[in-house]
């Protein structure tokens, strides 16, 4: 019998650059905002699936109710481009009366190009989770659509084929350690999965596992924007992801395979015996369970120092910005349609997500999601979305290269804390 199991209300989350929910149109254009009251420009970077392109559906019929003269114009960007595509076209005053923005650095990097809805969408504050990702200053500039986490996920065959008890996986660094040397010695599999052709994996590895690495308040302080990146623990971090490449828990070739979505496939095919994927959008706990079923398993952050508390990293995810002042009306109701309850609750289980609205049920048998979402009431917001742009972008650049061999964990700290001032 499948459980019905409400997502909690109480949900600590704050910032987050998802990096990509879906697939970009084929036939995406890059066009500029209307000059017209009836009709309103939107930009987003595609549909990834047939369950994406029912929910744009959904929520177009739901702005049709309140405008239904208003013609709804989408462009579909594609990722990899979109926010240089988005920011020149801002730049040269051709960008559109609305736009789809990752939750957390992306959109408050952006913010001086965002009208604040903060009163606007007050009526909906107490409904909806993930908030923080799309809020700065004081002022709030979307609505979070869904909720976005990085879980850690592994192969139950796997860990039995290395002798390995897969109802009880690692809840220590060293157990970790310990679970990827049997996997690799026992199996033909990689201990973890890892894409890293753009950079993005020392975000999951520090989101993902930061809540076994820092001191509650050291997390909170993170968060917050006083964070030090030459100090003890965050060193630490840096350590442990060159760590791990050095001593063989990823896939050959990790900084020359690209994330979304090979080295997902990696995981999905049986390759990689774990992988830190994502919660919602892609790399999920749906898409997972149909190559894997059974043996999907779900596991939660591992200790490395004491005095920490584990938590699940979520937030909220995407969510639309308004960018055109005198489209501010419509731009807020196409904001309100987009967490259009029918609309989210048919997209939940269709397409894998787990919302931002606390009150829709999520109706599905598949165990791990279950389980994320009874460890969602705790969860701690993403530590990697509190960065500036720029930091990120370095984090990136530093990350392949710590991969590689190629810089010392002492100058990659050091450069990160000068990008900080």
């Known amino acids: 019998m499948k459980r019905r199991i409400a997502i909690p209300a109480a949900i600590g989350v704050a910032a987050l650059a998802l990096t990509g929910c879906g697939g970009a149109s084929p036939n995406g254009s890059t066009g500029g905002g209307s000059g017209t009251s009836d009709k309103l420009v939107v930009w987003n970077w595609g549909d990834a ?153 020392i975000e999951f590895f520090l989101s993902g596992f930061g809540s076994g690495v820092f001191t509650p308040e050291e997390y909170d302080a993170w968060i917050d924007g006083d964070r030090d990146w030459t100090s003890e623990h965050a060193v630490q971090v840096l350590q442990m992801w060159a760590d791990t490449a050095a001593d063989g828990w990823y896939n050959e070739g990790a900084n020359s395979t690209a994330m979304f979505n090979d080295s997902f496939d990696l995981f999905s095919g049986g390759k990689s015996a774990m992988v830190i994927g994502l919660m919602s959008g892609t790399a999920h706990w749906k898409q997972f369970d149909e190559f894997l079923g059974e043996d999907l398993g779900f596991m939660m952050p591992v200790t490395v120092n004491d005095g920490t508390t584990l938590a699940l990293p979520a937030e909220g995810g995407i969510g639309y910005g308004v960018l055109n002042e005198d489209k501010k009306e419509l731009g807020v109701d196409w904001i309100k349609a987009t967490v259009d309850h029918d609309a989210l609750a048919a997209y939940s289980l269709a397409g894998g997500q787990i919302t931002s609205d606390t009150t829709i049920e999520l109706d599905t048998d598949i165990v791990s999601a279950n389980d994320i979402v009874a460890e969602s009431a705790g969860s701690k917001p993403l530590l990697h979305t509190a960065l500036e742009a720029e930091t990120l972008d370095l984090l990136h650049r530093l990350g392949q290269q710590l991969l590689g061999g190629e810089v010392t964990v002492q100058d990659a700290a050091a450069q990160l804390a000068a990008s900080e001032g």
């Open 49 to 201: 699936d047939e369950a994406a392109a029912a929910y744009t559906e959904d929520v177009k019929a739901a702005f049709a109710e309140k405008h239904p003269d208003v013609e709804v114009e989408i462009v579909n960007q594609p990722f990899d481009q979109y926010y240089t595509l988005l920011g020149s076209a801002i730049e040269a005053g051709t960008g559109p009366d609305v736009a789809l923005f990752n939750g957390g650095t992306q959109l408050k990097s952006r913010a001086d190009s965002l009208i604040p809805v903060t009163d606007e969408l007050a009526d909906l504050e107490d409904t909806l989770a993930g908030w923080p990702a799309f809020q700065a200053d004081g002022e709030t500039y979307s609505a979070p659509m869904f909720l976005q986490g990085f879980p850690i996920y592994y192969n139950k065959a796997l860990f039995t084929g290395a002798g390995l008890d897969a109802d009880n996986p690692p809840q220590t660094w060293d157990e970790l350690a310990a679970a990827c040397t049997s996997i690799t010695e026992k199996t033909d599999a990689s201990c973890f999965a890892l894409g890293n052709k753009e950079g993005l994996g």
